[in-house]
């Protein structure tokens, strides 16, 4: 039996800037780099046994994620970037904090991180 995993957008934009900010002091992300990191992401779940990890990325995805998440974050010249006055510890309250272990060691995998550049 495999289990389904879904991939939201809020989790991929939501780890890669608190990764970035904490370590490179970086803000922003672009959509494409989001999407390459979602990618990364979906292959390392579905490296394991009895997974089905499902990426939800589109144009629809995005403009809900901005409408569901304009608290926090802001769309720039197709970059996703962290609103003035929103910390790391806001992010990971309100949106990481939800996140299955699954989803959370494939965010966090050495090979996902790289294709943000984060070593």
Not at 39 to 53: I, P, Q, W
Not at 58 to 64: D, F, G, I, L, V
């Amino acid at each position: 039996m495999n289990i389904c995993t879904f991939i939201k957008m809020e989790y991929l934009v939501a780890n890669a800037l608190v990764e970035l900010y904490e370590k490179k002091q970086v803000d922003s992300i672009s959509l494409e780099d989001v999407r390459r990191y979602g990618v990364k992401v979906e292959e390392v779940l579905n490296e394991k046994e009895n997974s089905r990890a499902i990426l939800l990325y589109s144009n629809n995805y995005t403009k809900e994620f901005l409408q569901d998440y304009s608290d926090w974050f802001e769309l720039v010249n197709d970059c996703v970037k962290i609103r003035h006055g929103v910390t790391i510890d806001d992010i990971r309250d309100h949106i990481l904090s939800y996140i299955s272990l699954d989803i959370l060691i494939a965010l966090l995998n050495e090979n996902s991180l790289k294709v943000i550049n984060v070593d």
